[in-house]
């Protein structure tokens, strides 16, 4: 990798410290071994080990480790291995590069006939001469060992750690049924409250203003031949309800399906949607072809949804949505560029956009650090 020398020094800084926690970790392990022959709580260790991995490559995190027992104890043989043996060699060469760093300077205040280490093992230093050229050449070989192989290492530990704990075909498909029925069990459950807060709205307002023009306009046919002017006042009066009505039951509507799906489509709904946004939006969206209705709302409140949370939490100035189908799936992509720390156990509506998504078997990640982005990833399947 050809990286800027600030980045190279800050990937083996990282690198470093992930060996040396990983040596940290296998040495404790080795300790409580016991403990961690124990499915329950090696699975637990599996999952931070794991977890440390995904940040030193960068992944997004992983969820439980679910791999069977055999596998597990596979895993922790070679995590323990790989763990004390690469977190050794770090060791080694980060050591010797600060080691020399320290003690070249000071060779005249070493006991007499102290010898150089390390490449230059066996050399007398008795002077400035040999300490700074063996030395120099020393410090020069370790720093550059270290910066060319402990990242290395610390990457081939966190492949290998993600690898071994990556489910196979049939865990995976298990995983997937089991998530299958939690979300439908979840999906279930919210379109019954989905059902009942529209049947209170219904209720409580769109039925409720209905009785009164109903109510007015008997009144009114009563009063006809008497009173003509109190007819007339009736009448406004129900034609304004109507009006009102109207606006609720609408509002009721678009909570089920937006009418604007069913009028201009996925597309159209979208640059509607990025039209009326609060904040800067920039639209990106590719050739959808033929989406089931499902498919189609979920895409549409995800964006909605995360358009809102932006201008409402974020402190965003612009977003961007990317709306894309490759195949048999639809990806939905929103960025903004606010202040991130976005949490959907904060009550934001990201968990509502995840009970859509997995209902239909989709996936979401959300990437939201400290200081921003927060971008917000959906993908669907939306038939062939």
């Known amino acids: 990798m050809n990286l800027p020398a600030a980045e190279r020094l800050s990937a083996t800084w990282r690198a470093l410290g992930y060996l040396l926690g990983s040596l940290l970790a296998a040495s404790l392990a080795v300790l409580v071994l016991p403990v961690l022959l124990v499915p329950a709580a090696a699975r637990a260790w599996a999952g931070r080990q794991r977890r440390r991995a995904d940040r030193l490559l960068g992944a997004p995190a992983s969820g439980p480790v679910r791999v069977g027992a055999a596998r597990l104890l596979g895993w922790l043989g070679a995590w323990l291995l790989t763990g004390l043996t690469f977190g050794l060699v ?3 060469c980060a050591g010797n590069t600060l080691t020399t760093a320290v ?22 230093l008795t002077g400035w001469g040999p300490a700074l050229t063996l030395g120099t050449a020393q410090l020069l070989a370790f720093a550059a060992l270290t910066v060319w192989l402990v990242p290395r290492l610390a990457r081939l530990h966190a492949r290998t750690c993600v690898a071994l704990l990556a489910p196979s075909a049939s865990e995976e498909l298990a995983q997937r049924v089991e998530t299958l029925t939690e979300t439908r069990a979840g999906a279930l459950t919210a379109h019954g409250a989905e059902l009942r807060r529209i049947e209170r709205d219904l209720h409580d307002g769109t039925q409720a203003r209905l009785v009164a023009i109903a ?9 006809l031949d008497e009173d003509p002017g109190t007819v007339a006042t009736l009448l406004a009066q129900a034609h304004r309800t109507t009006e ?17 799906l069913a009028d201009r489509g996925l597309t159209g709904a979208l640059s509607a949607l990025g039209a009326d946004a609060a904040l800067d939006t920039t639209l990106d969206v590719g050739s959808l072809g033929t989406l089931p209705a499902a498919v189609e709302a979920v895409a549409y409140f995800t964006v909605a949804e995360a358009l809102t949370n932006a201008a409402k939490h974020s402190g965003a100035t612009r977003t961007a949505v990317r709306v894309a189908r490759t195949g048999d799936r639809l990806s939905i992509e929103v960025t903004d560029d606010g202040s991130g720390g976005a949490d959907e156990r904060l009550g934001t509506g990201l968990a509502g956009i995840r009970q859509r998504v997995l ?8 990437r939201s650090p400290a200081g921003g982005p927060t ?10």
């Open 90 to 92: 770090a060791v080694v």
């Open 103 to 124: 003690t070249v300077p000071l060779w005249w205040a070493l006991p007499a006939g102290t010898r150089a280490g390390g490449f230059a093992a066996g050399a007398p």
């Open 215 to 223: 109510m007015r306009l008997g009144v009114a046919r009563e009063l």
């Open 244 to 260: 009102e009505a109207m606006v609720e039951l609408r509002a009721v509507i678009r909570t089920i399906y937006p009418p604007v």
């Open 359 to 366: 209902a239909l078997d989709g996936t979401l990640d959300l």
């Open 375 to 384: 971008t917000i990833t959906v993908g669907v399947p939306c038939g062939s």
